[in-house]
């Protein structure tokens, strides 16, 4: 989008990483970069990542495990730099400075939220030499086993419901999420659960793995006003779904179950829910139908793909509660199935120490530069930068800055009168460390 760029081809870039999806759904939900772009005269481009939205290399094929092999971060983020040193060609864009090389480049500043947000920072890691910086929104870029991770998770969105929720809502969410790990098939039928295949003595474990991920994710997406980002969602979820956990009289688990339902079904369209699918199991989601274009199938978040990617570099980080939401395994059962369904389902097995190897763990990053990581309070995914210094890197490049009563990169976002006041300063935030790193230092 160059509507914005002035200066012709001295205009910089911004450049979106594209995340598990189709780029469109980005695209469409970051508007705040569109806002930045007017005041900077610069243009915008989003990437759309490798096996994801109509970028399929295989089209319909692209999802046997054969042809999977081919989709992995550090594959990704060679696409993105390939586009980087085309840009100059493609868009007539150029910079005052020169890589190591002598090759011409533009002035790009990265972008990215959640995913992509990770990309973003993991680029800089890797390619500092092609951008200028990167903002890097809602990217847990340090959450893996081992780590203790996933009770941090854990408490930050019990946090989320104990601060945005209602009175004594956090306590009995903990109550009936306790309950729903000791029910039996028929307490779970009784409460409303419909699955779609029969129960097994595991019923209670998975759905209450699907339940979690569900009311994680609406911590995580607790916005002030209605989305349609990842499924349909009122304005503050977190306190509809209060509402339904602290209504009246009746058992804990019909009240959870309603909870879940908020976030999985408001279109009132799914007549079942798939436990099979928790922690990679067979799934029903992305799968091409006749007559149906695959890549409009593919248009959504991408489940098997993403699945794919949870069991080769982030195990942590699966799709759960019927493609919808993320949740990290609490348990080593949970890990240990994880690993046998990538091999039943892929022919591969998670590397669980590969990308902190890879890439670094929250401390690495005072070996790095020009990176900004914006963290909001509701989202629990902060956690995975909570290892982070608030500033840290080569010459103090590297920030770290939490804001206060937004959800997950809610700064990218359009904005709002309904935003936080800690959401206002984030993006205050960010476009004064994007003019910096545009005119050649720090944070301006």
Known sequence: YDAFARGAGAAPVLFYCGNEGAVELFYNNSGAMFSLASRLGARLLFAEHRYYGRSLPFGAASFTPTNLSLLSIEQA????????????NELGCHSARRSGSGRTLCDVVLFGGSY???LAAWHRVRFPQLTLGAVASGA???????????RAFAAAVNATYATYGRAGCASMLGAALASAETATEGQLAMAGVRPCAPMGADAPSRYAFYARGAIASLAMLDYPYATEFVGVLPANPVQRACVDLMAGTGGLLPKLHAAVLHFVNATGTLRCIDLQAELVGVDRHLRPRRGVDYREVAGDLGVRSWNYQACTEL????????GLGFYPEQSGKQLAELETNCAKRFSVRPRPGWMGLAFGLGADYRHHSNILFIENEKDPWHVGT??????TGIGGTVRRHLARGGAHHQDLRFASPLDAQGVLEARRLVESTVRGWLQGGGES
Do not use: H, K, R
């Open 77 to 88: 983020l060679a696409d993105y730099a390939a586009l980087l040193v085309a840009l100059p």
């Open 116 to 118: 992509g947000g990770m």
């Open 140 to 150: 847990p870029v340090d959450f893996y086993p081992g780590e203790g991770i996933q």
């Open 315 to 322: 195990p942590l980080e699966p799709i759960t509660s019927d």
């Open 386 to 391: 909570a290892s982070v210094p608030a500033v």
